[in-house]
């Protein structure tokens, strides 16, 4: 691609699970924390597409997505094994984005 990076055309990937699946028995990450970094490192410094952490992603561990570089996050059962499958998602969506993009999307459900 002219002058490197990321084209928007390309699909983002997926590396799974990085954490302890919420939904699948027995499924866990075959690489640790550090691991996924220096693979994300790596990805990023040859111009690789976006890459989303899938597999275990909670509201008490995506931040640490986050913080290992990840460019977004996927999830299934931390939503939809849940009593209030909107609230999950809105916990998760404020762990990836902070409390401030929490408010702002409260904020525009009530109007």
Do not use: C
């Amino acid at each position: 691609m002219p002058g490197g990076g990321f084209d928007p055309a390309t699909p983002a990937f997926f590396l799974t699970p990085i954490f302890e699946s919420v939904s699948k028995k027995d499924h866990r990450p075959r690489r640790t924390l550090r691991e996924y970094e220096v693979i994300l490192q790596r990805w990023k410094a040859e111009g690789g597409a976006p890459v989303h952490a899938l597999g275990g992603i909670t509201p008490k561990n995506a931040a640490k997505a986050r913080e290992l570089g990840f460019d977004g996050i996927a999830f299934i059962g931390s939503v939809w094994k849940q009593p209030d499958p909107v609230r999950a998602f809105l916990d998760l969506e404020r762990a990836w984005n902070g409390k401030e993009a929490r408010a702002l999307i409260e904020a525009l459900l009530k109007e």
